[in-house]
Every structure is written in C-alpha cells, then in structure tokens.
C-alpha cells in the first residue's frame, strides 16, 4: 500500500508546488512581463496559454480537459486494482497526475494556463508542464528498462511490474 501513498504525496507536492508557482507569476508580473532571474539563458516571462505546447490546437479547452480527466481516471483505477507497484513507477504516476490536475485546474477555472518558464530555445511553460514530462520519461524509461531486462533473462512474456519490487 506504500506505493499509493507514493503516488499520492508526489502528485499533491507537484499540484501545490504548481498552484503556488502560476499564483504568485500572476499575481506579480503583467501577461507578457518577463523578469530575468538567471542571467541570459532563463527568464521569468508571464505567458497565458489557451492551447498545447507550442501553442498547438489552441482553445481546444474540452479536448484538454477531457484528457486530463481521463488520465486521472486511469490513475484511480491503478490506485484501486493494483496491490502494489514500484517505487520509481510510483514516482512517475505521481508525477504525471500532479502535474495533468495543476494544469486541469487552469483550464477549468480560467480556461488558459499560466506559463512562466522561459529558455528562449523552447516554448515558455510551467511546473506542471515539467512534471508531465519528466513523470513520461520515468515511466517509459523503467517500462522499457523492465522490458529489456525480461528479455535479456530468458523471459517469454511481458515483466511484472507487481512482483519485481515490492513497495
């Protein structure tokens, strides 16, 4: 039962962590303000964001939601049905849930989502954003790690995320 509280904490740290951080951008600086914190390289620019990343599929509010709802469904049910599941991939779920409702909140609330990273080489985003991306390669990297591994020691089928590790 440790891995639900894993994915639980992670996912409730990443949606604080993510509320504070679009609060206080917003309440702070004007849409389009950029305020410079790490010299050339990253900046603080306020950006309002109706779409995806790189601003694809723009007001596409109820695709994003029903996506977000979904997911979050998808989680529950994991939560529910598995007994247990290890730690990293905990991590990852908790990661990509946080992450997935930070940004639900906006776009039920506002309808946009407020970004605020800015490396001037990619498009400007948020800690939500992050965390989605980061909770992805997690997941996908010990899926295929586990799944390599499966087939370098003989196995026939596909691993056992419940019996590899115990949580």
Same mark, same amino acid.
């Given at each position: ?9 992670? $996912?409730? #740290?990443?949606? %604080? ?9 917003? &309440?702070?600086?004007?849409? #389009? ?8 390289? !990253?900046?603080?620019?306020? !950006? /309002?964001?109706?779409? $995806?990343?790189?601003? /694809? ?8 939601? +029903? %996506?977000?709802?979904? *997911? *979050? ?6 939560? +529910?049905?598995?007994? &247990?599941?290890? $730690? @990293? /991939? ?9 992450? +997935? $409702? ?8 506002? #309808?946009?989502? @407020? ?5 001037? %080489?990619?498009?400007?985003?948020? @800690?939500? =954003? ?6 992805? +390669? !997690? *997941? %996908? *990297? ?12 003989? #196995? =026939?089928?596909?691993?056992?995320? =419940?019996?590899?590790?115990? &949580?």
């Amino acid at each position: 039962m440790r891995f639900r509280a894993i994915v639980l904490g992670v $996912a409730l #740290g990443v949606f %604080v962590l993510d509320r504070w951080s679009k609060g206080y951008v917003a &309440s702070h600086y004007a849409p #389009g303000e950029t305020f410079w914190h790490w010299g050339p390289v !990253v900046a603080f620019t306020f !950006v /309002l964001n109706r779409g $995806a990343a790189f601003g /694809l599929l723009q007001n596409r509010d109820l695709l994003f939601i +029903a %996506v977000a709802v979904a *997911l *979050l469904v998808a989680v529950g049910w994991i939560l +529910a049905t598995r007994r &247990s599941l290890p $730690a @990293v /991939l905990s991590v990852g779920l908790g990661l990509l849930t946080g992450g +997935a $409702a930070g940004n639900l909140w906006d776009r039920v609330v506002s #309808g946009q989502v @407020v970004d605020f990273v800015n490396f001037h %080489v990619w498009p400007v985003f948020n @800690v939500a =954003d992050s965390a989605i991306v980061v909770g992805m +390669a !997690v *997941l %996908v *990297l010990e899926l295929w790690r586990r799944e390599r591994s499966n087939v370098e020691s003989g #196995g =026939d089928g596909p691993s056992q995320p =419940d019996s590899d590790h115990p &949580s």
